[in-house]
């Protein structure tokens, strides 16, 4: 994910950027969150504890998306084609439908997931316009910050559409600072939460796809969009020393076990207490560096823990649980309406005449095919048998 930074910068940069490709800073609000905040935190976590293992976790959930390319000048402008490479590799991770699944260690082969959550381009546009699903937008706005800036959204706010019909994602040339990419959380009680009007995960250019002005494998979309829906890092304990309970410190996902930040890929076991908590291994395992929420370059899985909690948070946010419904797949232009075929209207009709086989008008009888016919020009076969 890093290449170009490694082989560009030097020694002191190659550090900084290592240690600081994701720009998303984990955990939720501390200075006193709202009680309107804590109370949809509760309804999260309620929905959470209740959908795992159930059937709720079955369903496709289809994310209109539209991906807004910010250019200066034709530099950065990629073509709609490593768009659309950037999020077949979003999809085939969030699917597990991956090339690399059989890198990881197979003792979290149990554990991974496919998510049932694609994203798709959408079709029509909030004016109902046809669309790629892509736009472009020229400016020399410069950089575009890390969030620890007061202006770091000053790209979203240059083209966004309507967050509650659309997954909205912002490739830029740069983001200042050494980021490769950052995210908003849902709502607001996350530290990088924000406004509606800015949700959704900010990329470098060519940090997306593998084609074209890429370098990458394109998995920086695939961590950012985890944020965007709830994850944290999966070393988000290792501030407080590898943490406690795994359902209420560190990333709060039980099966993914606790750790510190690592970057390479050697198998290491960083945390001693993996079965705190519901845990949902019965061993102290090794550390998950197949994890998309780590900073290893091995990674090739999001587990059924965090697909539980993915889910968890699209369906209770009230701006997100629209996205995924027909209503919205219809307006967005990823789903045909069903032609319906008016029937005729049976009550107000009028009978004119009842005839037999030969065409002779007659009254009702039992055992005898009839024909009734209507004022509307239906006519009904009918035979009465005793
Ligand atoms: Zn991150």
Known sequence: MKKILLFLFLIPQILFAQYNWCGTADKMLTNSPTEKEQSLMQKIRTTIANSSNSKSQDS?????????????????NITDLQVQDGMRVVNE????????????????????????????????????????GITRTDTSIYPHPEPTNANFNNVKYIVSWPPNMYFNIWLVRHISGGALGYAQYPGTAFTYGGPWETYGPTIRSYEWGTIGTSNSDGRVGTHEIGHCLGLYHTFLSFSTGCG???????????????????????TSNLCANDLLGPSAFTVDMPDQLEN???????????????????????????????????????????????AITEL???????????VDILGRET????????????????????????
């Open 60 to 76: 496709l959930l289809i994310i209109p998306t539209v991906v807004h390319i910010v250019h200066f000048n034709g530099n950065g």
């Open 93 to 132: 991770d969030f699917r597990r439908q991956n090339a690399d699944t059989i890198n990881g260690n197979p003792l979290f082969y149990p554990f991974a997931a496919d998510c049932k959550i694609e994203f798709r381009l959408a079709k029509l546009d909030p004016n109902g316009d046809s669309t790629t």
């Open 244 to 266: 406690a309970e795994c359902d209420t410190t560190g990333d709060q996902v039980c099966d993914t076990p606790p750790t510190t930040p690592t970057y390479d890929c050697d």
């Open 292 to 338: 998309y929420m780590s900073y290893n370059d091995c990674q090739n899985l999001f587990t059924l823990g965090q697909k539980t909690r993915m889910r968890g948070f699209l369906t209770t946010l009230d701006t997100l649980n629209g996205l995924y419904l027909d209503d919205n797949l219809i307006a967005t232009g990823l789903m045909q309406t069903t």
């Open 344 to 354: 005729p209207n049976t009550k107000n009709r009028k009978l004119l005449k009842i």
């Open 363 to 386: 009254l009702p009888k039992r055992n005898t095919t009839l024909f009734y016919i209507y004022n509307d020009g239906t006519v009904e076969k009918s035979i009465v048998v005793e």
